[in-house]
């Protein structure tokens, strides 16, 4: 499997307030590579936000804004790309509501949700919230809410699903997000 798994944390409720975004490269169905980065969101912090990440906003006073990461990230949205995330609703939403936020045409690629494919092919858990559906399959998630180690543990349950249910069994969860 060759894919990217993303993480978003937000400032305030405002999808466009990324405050940081990591991703996890697999590639050939190991992790190959890593990005993780402070995002100075230009936007006020909410205490609720800051009090689930722990990111407050003197931490980004001096870091990139997102159209200078997407310079760096861009290559990995592109149509032929999967880029998955754990609800991944939320994070398609802030990468979108960003980018046109600072005008910024938003791309094509395609996406899989880890929630919807681990409640469909790992019934009976309580809920489907990251850290419940690590512990479920015992993938380590050290710091729930930290988005390098969001996308990591997102990485590794598609990896899980993938080896023990086939590719076969996730290609229904693939659409394209445009």
Known sequence: MNFVAMDFETANGKRYSACSLALTIVRD???????????????????????????????????????????????????EQLVIAHNNSFDNSVLKNTLLHYGIQPPTFQTLDTVKSSRRLIPGLDNYRLNTVCDALQIDLHHHHNALDDAQACANILLYEAQHFGGEQLRPFINFYN
């Open 29 to 79: 169905s190991k992790i190959a590579d890593e990005f993780y980065t402070l995002i100075n969101p230009q936007t006020d912090f909410f205490w609720r936000n800051v009090q689930i990440h722990g990111i407050h906003e003197e931490d980004v006073q001096d870091a990139p804004t997102f159209p200078e990461v997407w310079q760096h990230i861009k290559q990995f949205y592109r149509p």
